[in-house]
Antibody, heavy 117, light 108 residues
Framework: QVTLKESGPALVKPTQTLTLTCAFS??????????VTWIRQPPGKALEFLAR???????FYSNSLKTRLTISKDSSKNEVVLTVTNLDPVDTATYFC?????????WGQGILVTVSS | ERVMTQSPATLSVSPGDRVTLSCRAS??????LAWYQQKPGQAPRLLIY???TRASEIPDRFSGSGSGTEFTLTISSLQSEDCAVYYC??????????FGQGTKVELK
């Protein structure tokens, strides 16, 4: 059974760095073809691709946010970490981690992160 | 970056109606198209991938069609539990993936 769960702070201040962790089970990121992606959704708005980490270590980022994003994995755990630097109130959103086969077949429940002073 | 455009933004329908949602890609994406359903307060759920393949446990009243740049999601007979926002997503070649702006299906 595939599951993913996001964790991190619910509230961060502008200019700070956000670190989110995705803990997953039911698959391995060492398995060829496996990938984990982060998606976000501002309140009432559409879904937005942020970053993807592949089984072979390749990484992909949003064109508009790539200077502020870093995706990585904890090799000792089934976890993928996303950092977002220099936060702004427009970064307020629910952040989802998902298993990515091109289509996104399993989603975490999401974590709402509010950026406010 | 491929832009995905969904129409209409909102659809007001009655139970039992046949419902058609459209999604257009700014460039050819072949058959690399998925549809998701999202209800309030929930994560999106994969409905259909590769244009027309239903995901696990998705009822057969949901179907998808199209190729290239024009795609359609059809609900053959709307049930009240189908009221939600529907998103299309392209996954052609390499990321970044892109989503449409969503179509909200609501009861009249």
């Amino acid at each position: 059974q595939v599951t993913l769960k996001e964790s991190g702070p619910a509230l961060v201040k502008p200019t700070q760095t956000l670190t989110l962790t995705c803990a997953f089970s039911g698959f391995s990121l060492t398995q060829p073809g496996m990938r984990v992606t982060w998606i976000r959704q501002p309140p009432g708005k559409a879904l937005e691709f942020l970053a993807r980490l592949d089984w072979d270590g390749e990484k992909f980022y949003s064109n508009s946010l790539k200077t502020r994003l870093t995706i990585s994995k904890d090799s000792s755990k089934n976890e993928v970490v996303l950092t977002v630097t220099n936060l702004d109130p427009v970064d307020t959103a629910t952040y989802f981690c998902v298993r990515d086969l091109g289509h996104l077949d399993f989603w975490g429940q999401g974590i709402l992160v509010t950026v406010s002073s | 970056e491929r832009v995905m455009t969904q129409s209409p933004a909102t659809l007001s329908v009655s139970p039992g109606d046949r419902v058609t949602l459209s999604c257009r890609a700014s460039q050819d994406i072949s058959t690399n198209l998925a549809w998701y359903q999202q209800k309030p307060g929930q994560a999106p759920r994969l409905l259909i991938y590769r244009v027309s393949t239903r995901a696990s446990e998705i009822p057969d009243r949901f179907s998808g069609s199209g190729s290239g740049t024009e795609f359609t999601l059809t609900i053959s007979s709307l049930q009240s539990e189908d009221c939600a926002v529907y998103y299309c997503q392209q996954y052609f070649n390499r990321p970044p993936w892109t989503f449409g702006q969503g179509t909200k299906v609501e009861l009249k």
